[in-house]
């Protein structure tokens, strides 16, 4: 624990804001002499708190002179006293000091020293810390000399060169001299820019004394606990909120210090916020030039534009000429334009000092913070949070709070949300008048040029303590006065309501202020619940913990509860794979949903049957019957895969197979719907939904089979792994389709027997002759599905083992080489594989071939994978941890789960990996953990504790099942 | 806003040094930059003498400053970059000894001469180096900028829009991954790349962009193509020069003219004609995300 000297443990305070009062008050009587104006005298109080309480002399010299505008020149640190430089006057203030303390002598305060005492009676390393270079002096006149393990003092800090509070070097220099972590280390301070520094600095615990009524204050500069005297806690308490504040400090949230202009649209993907309508990136509150702060709205899409920014001017994609083709940005809902003195204050110029972004996994609240000096040594700290509701889905709220550190002075706040160059960055959007009757609020209307739906953002914005509300604000700021703006921002599209405009007005009328922080409330309320089902704790690994709510964080932030829309590739925050909706979401996502939010999962279940006449247009154009879903859709079902690209610079074109040959999509939803039932034992969704979905699906299998002399054939397809296609009897399509007919014919046979009237109308509706499914047995029955050979293994195509092979360089696996994807061709030819095929087959199924299969499979298919997509590592994780094979599942498993966190491809700007955070997850449920389920519930399986990545000893977690979360936890000792 | 208030351009009294005059003086006066003349000379002229030596156009000398002394070594260069507070060197690659080539030391590229080299190395600023082969055509049309992923192509990009935002210019990136990429390029943040439709052309875009994060859509707008290549990094760059008749070629570097991709930098510097904008890379922020070990 590291204490502050001066005001927590001495009684100092009065003796030093003394020393400055003589020394100031000669100086300022003579200037105002000189220039014949009034006395304005140092005041004991609010000057000594404000610019010199807490910091080194020369620092109080220059904030207070700075503050009444008194320039004087530095000197040097062998100035003599009174020399009117910053260190002549230090050292005169010094010597005024020196002479109180001999004359007056010190007093302690009684509760600190018994808590120090107490302290290290139980081992627990103390230290004291002061910017005082008389600290061992005034340590020596206390009479506590001896009481503490270190010291650092003023004298220290000259000598090491350490920069003063609210800089956190002397606290890290005494926590160095304890041999402890920062994040294991208590700050005690009495002092704004003492619990700045240990905010700063990155302390377990900053403990704030209020010994001048200044409680907020130091509240606001980042005390986690703000106590009149020390008297208040005791050793339990104080160790119980560390650890408390650790975890929160730690795998409850993501924290990013400094910027990185070039890693700011990373930042903005992992910093995301999101509530399944909508999703922000997290681009910094005033952005940069080149910030992509994009609003995407689940189901806006728009044809494909021509000439956006970050537009194919390398690729063109052909033949896209679908209105819905595209996910659509609209402009950044947090925008604003600070300025202190006509000063701007943002991220782009030289002002900025110390900036952070701290996303609250827990509460699902993005924090920032930013420090920034302006001329004249003048401080500026602009803090905020935002979050999108999720107890309101079209609501954004923010607030932003102001603070000038030392000085007053005129603050500018512009919240307009006008995106200077919106052309360029929506192109999409066509701005429609708006009612700006409200002269307070603003409102921004747009409709899609393409797709015609028109989005609608209103916003409102007020000054705490105004009583009104305005866009552009223009007040004066007293001298640590924390200005607050908050602002609201409703987002209607014409797809939520007939009138979106009037839908955001009155939204917003409906949200008067004093209700900010209850919608706050509501909406961390919404958080918690989540969390209760979908928290997974990891003892022994706090950095596991944080990846896993993370991602956790983002695939919760993805999911609507609207069954139009579904989760694209990236989720909602970023441009990449356009918000198309893939397999990735059934066969990867689902199994989060279904075990964390089982009403999730069965609106996205909705989804494709929303979508289902999409998808019967699919068929038919593929010249089948039924249903077969697209392997790209958006919010019609329709399949909007590019059928070629053309690379602009050769011309050359390069056709696309994925959406005509990757049909296993349709069984994968079939998989998810067969799933959902046998999870939730929701008899009325397989009724009314989940029977029509697979009654489609297994007609077009029905007819996408081929008879040939020995049974049926998929032929012509594109299996998990893309770089084959035009293959035939692909294991994981063929082994799928087997599936999917097979259910469909439980699933009729279920209808008819329990519920005649659906039936009925099922048979009636989709015109299901009563055989029908007679003859989807038969082609399950005699479809050939691939098993294993001789040796275990199970042939990923009709001649896969006949081709070329390819032993792959240790330094193209996760790393493949530009050049495969434009010769697509001779990859074809080869025997190299793009993402688990055979083994996600075996991962889906279990125990569908004995364990010697499936290490057979794991040991020929493995080696051959260059892992070209992010859905790779999390199944070849989930495979090798149900084998045994402990080093390679732990080293896919850290691939798969710090994929984003770490950037691992690259491409995280682009938006985070929804579908591979979906992947880890089952990774650690179904491999790991090994779970199953029976009709008791969820069982891991009982090697499970042998498992266990090292450094675990237990892992804890619910899951869903037929409608009550079921604790499970795997530990690797008794107890954790 | 001129990316160069003040350019400094050396001449050793040579004819060949002397090339490099004719496009100082032509950026100087397009950018509104105050040129600073480093002319080694036995003997002092007046200013306007000496301008008038060196067929400085009189409607130039308002913005030029000029300086004489027997002789500018390297050190004096780049001591005169300091204190002019100069934001571009423009010289030649070889001066005087071109056109009496002395005894090379052993090792030494014969197309860079040893003041060129230690400018280009030791200078704090981009140098605008005019190779050899140098053929004048001004003005300007276009700037081909190499990016690779790494901090100092970003900054030669950046500073290349900045350059064509000033003297109206079009700006073509080009990417080429080589056979024998590095850690470093977008074959390497290529990892996992997925099919050619859904990752390559946005990251494309994001390779272009996250070198001018504080650039906005109108001043990129300069930028009218972005090229993703694969072949041998130096022939392509010299295909694509040629094909578009570039005006510049702007490279990020890193200071060292004997290795790594210099080698790819001597390969042009010995074929092309147009001047080379070499540009070192500005130290990157702090900046720290705590997740991972960095938590534990």
Not at chain 2, 10 to 20: E, H, V, Y
Not at chain 2, 56 to 66: F, G, I, R, S, Y
Not at chain 2, 245 to 251: D, G, K, N, P, Q
Request: aromatic content about 8%.
């Amino acid at each position: 624990v590291l204490f502050d000297l001066d005001g927590v443990v001495t009684q100092t305070a009065r003796l030093h804001a003394a020393a400055w009062a003589e020394l100031f008050d000669g100086l300022l009587r003579r200037r105002a002499g000189e220039r014949g104006e009034p006395v304005q005298p140092f005041d004991p109080q609010a000057d000594y708190r404000a610019h010199v309480d807490g910091k080194p002399r020369h620092e109080g010299v220059r904030a207070f002179l700075g503050s009444r505008g008194i320039e004087v020149p530095e000197g040097d640190p062998g100035d003599r006293p009174g020399v009117m430089t910053v260190h002549g006057l230090g050292a005169r203030k010094d010597a005024l000091f020196q002479r109180r303390l001999r004359r007056e002598g010190v007093a302690v305060f009684a509760s600190t020293v018994a808590l120090v005492r107490s302290l290290r009676a139980r081992g627990v390393k103390t230290a004291v810390v002061s910017s005082s270079r008389n600290g061992r002096e005034v340590l020596r006149a206390a009479g506590i000399e001896d009481l503490f393990d270190a010291r650092v003092d003023g004298l220290d800090a000259e000598a090491l060169g350490l920069r003063g509070k609210p800089h956190p070097d002397p606290f890290l220099r005494a926590a160095g001299l304890l041999g402890v972590p920062p994040g294991r280390a208590v700050v005690v301070e009495d002092a704004v820019a003492g619990v700045e520094a240990g905010r700063r600095g990155g302390f377990g615990l900053v403990v704030g004394v209020d010994r001048a009524d200044h409680r907020d204050a130091l509240a606001a500069h980042g005390a986690d606990v703000v106590v009149a005297d020390l008297g208040e806690l005791d050793i339990a308490g104080l160790d119980a909120r560390l650890q408390a504040r650790r975890d929160t400090l730690t795998a409850w949230r993501v924290e990013q210090e400094g910027l990185d202009p070039a890693r700011e649209h990373d930042m903005e993907s992992l910093f995301a916020i999101a509530n399944g309508y909508l999703g922000v990136r997290g681009a910094p509150d005033t952005p940069l030039a080149g910030s992509q702060g994009d609003l995407f709205v689940a189901g806006v899409y728009d044809r494909k534009h021509p000439d956006r920014p970050y537009s194919e001017l390398e690729f063109m994609d052909v033949g896209r000429e679908d209105p819905y083709a595209e996910l659509v940005s609209a402009p950044f809902p947090f925008r604003l334009r600070l300025t202190v003195d006509g000063l701007p204050l943002d991220l782009a110029g030289t002002r900025w000092r110390d900036h952070r972004r701290v996303l609250d996994l827990r509460h699902g609240i993005l924090h920032g913070e930013a420090l920034y000096e302006i001329e004249g040594d003048r401080r500026v700290t602009v803090r905020s949070r935002r979050c999108a509701s999720l107890d309101d889905l079209h609501l954004l709220l923010q607030e932003i709070t102001v603070c000038l550190d030392n000085f007053s002075g005129t603050l500018e706040a512009d919240f307009s949300l006008d995106d200077p160059e919106l052309a360029a960055h929506h192109p999409h959007l066509v701005p429609r008048p708006a009612d700006t009757a409200d002269p307070g609020g603003e409102v921004h209307r747009f409709t899609t040029g393409g797709s015609g739906i028109e989005v609608c953002l209103a916003a409102r914005t007020t000054l705490a303590g105004s009583g009104r509300d305005a866009v552009r604000w223009r007040v004066p700021a007293a001298i640590g006065e924390a200005c607050t703006f908050r602002r609201y921002v409703a987002v209607y599209t014409s797809r939520d309501a007939a009138d979106p405009h009037q839908a955001a007005l009155a939204g917003l009328r409906a949200l008067p202020w004093d209700q900010f922080e209850t919608a706050l409330a509501a909406h961390a309320a919404r958080w918690a619940a989540i969390w209760e089902r979908a928290d997974i704790r990891v003892a022994g690994s706090p950095a596991t913990e944080q990846a896993l709510r993370f991602n956790a964080y983002h695939l919760v932030s993805a999911a609507d509860r609207d069954p139009r829309v579904s989760v694209g590739a990236r989720a909602l925050t970023g441009r990449a794979y356009e918000g198309h909706v893939f397999w990735d979401v059934e066969v990867f996502k689902f199994p989060f949903y279904l075990h964390t939010a089982p009403e999730v999962a069965r609106d996205l279940l909705r989804y494709r049957h929303h979508t289902l006449d999409g998808a019967r247009r699919r068929a038919r154009e593929l010249g089948c019957r039924g249903a077969c879903y697209a392997w790209e859709s958006t919010v019609t079902g329709d399949d909007v895969t590019p059928r070629t690209i053309r690379l602009k610079t050769t011309g050359t074109e390069i056709p696309i197979f994925t959406g005509t040959q990757q049909v296993h999509v349709t069984a994968g939803v079939a998989h998810a719907v067969w799933r959902y039932w046998e999870a939730t034992a929701d008899h009325v969704f397989l009724r009314d939904v989940g029977a029509e979905i697979l009654a489609e699906t297994a007609r077009f299998w029905a007819s996408r089979c081929a008879r040939g002399p020995r049974g049926y054939h998929i032929r012509g397809v594109v299996g998990p792994d893309e770089y084959h296609h035009s293959v035939d009897d692909n294991a994981y399509t063929n082994w799928m389709a087997r599936w999917n007919l097979e259910r469909a014919v439980e699933a009729v046979a279920w209808l008819r027997r329990g519920s005649p009237a659906a039936w009925s109308a099922l048979a009636e509706r989709i015109g299901l002759a009563p055989d029908e499914p007679r003859a989807w047995a038969e082609v399950a029955r005699e479809l050939h599905c691939p098993g294993p050979n001789g040796r275990g293994i199970i042939e990923q195509f009709a001649g896969f083992f006949d081709l070329e092979a390819y032993p792959l360089p240790r330094e193209e696996r996760f790393r493949a080489p530009i050049s495969r994807l434009f010769d697509w061709e001779r990859i074809n030819r080869l025997q190299l594989i793009k993402q688990a095929d055979v083994l996600m087959l075996l991962h889906l199924f279990p125990d569908l071939f004995p364990r010697a299969v499936v290490a057979a499979n794991y040991g020929y298919y493995e080696p051959r994978t260059d892992h070209g997509s992010s859905l790779s590592p999390g199944i070849h994780a989930a495979v090798a941890a149900r084998l045994g094979l402990r080093a390679e599942a732990e080293r896919y498993w850290r691939e798969s789960l710090w994929l984003d966190l770490s950037n691992t491809m690259g491409n995280s700007a682009l938006g985070v990996h929804a579908a591979c955070m979906g992947a880890t997850w089952q990774a650690l449920v179904f491999g790991f953990l090994g779970v199953r389920f029976t009709d008791a519930g969820p069982v891991p399986d009982p090697a499970a504790a042998g498992r266990l990545p090292a450094k675990w000893r237990a892992v804890a977690l619910a899951l869903t099942w037929r409608g009550r979360p079921c604790p499970v936890a795997v530990a690797r000792e008794a107890a954790p | 806003m001129s990316p160069f208030l003040a350019i400094l351009v050396p001449l050793d009294g040579s004819a060949t040094a002397a090339r490099s005059l004719g496009l100082a003086t032509w950026l100087s006066g397009r950018l509104g930059a105050r040129l600073h003349i480093l002319s080694a000379t036995p003997v002092e002229r007046p200013a306007r003498e000496e301008l008038a030596r060196l067929r400085v156009p009189a409607e130039h000398w308002p913005l030029v400053t000029l300086h004489q002394a027997p002789a500018y070594p390297e050190r004096a260069i780049l001591a005169a970059v300091a204190r002019h507070d100069a934001r571009l060197v423009v010289m030649t690659a070889r001066g005087e000894a071109a056109e009496a080539p002395p005894a090379e030391p052993p090792g030494a590229p014969r197309l860079v001469g040893h003041v060129a080299r230690a400018v280009i190395e030791g200078s704090p600023v981009p140098v605008l180096l005019l190779p050899p082969a140098y053929r004048e055509a001004l003005p300007w049309q276009r700037i081909l900028v190499p990016v690779s992923g790494e901090a100092e192509a970003d900054e030669a990009l950046a500073l290349a829009v900045g350059l064509a935002n000033a003297l109206d210019l079009e700006v073509h990136v080009a990417h080429v991954a080589g056979p024998d990429a590095g850690d470093e390029g977008l074959a390497a943040r290529a990892r996992y790349a997925d099919a050619l439709h859904h990752e390559y052309p946005h990251q494309l875009q994001e390779f272009v962009r996250r070198a001018l994060p504080h650039h906005g859509a109108e001043q990129c707008r300069c930028i009218s193509k972005v090229e993703l290549c694969h072949g041998d990094v130096g022939a392509e760059l010299l295909r694509l020069i040629e094909d578009s008749r570039v005006s510049l070629l702007a490279v990020g570097w890193h200071g060292r003219f004997l290795s790594g991709r210099a080698r790819v930098l001597t390969y042009l510097l010995e074929r092309i004609g147009c001047p080379v904008l070499l540009v070192t890379g500005a130290p990157r922020p702090p900046f720290r995300l705590k997740v991972g070990e960095e938590i534990q």
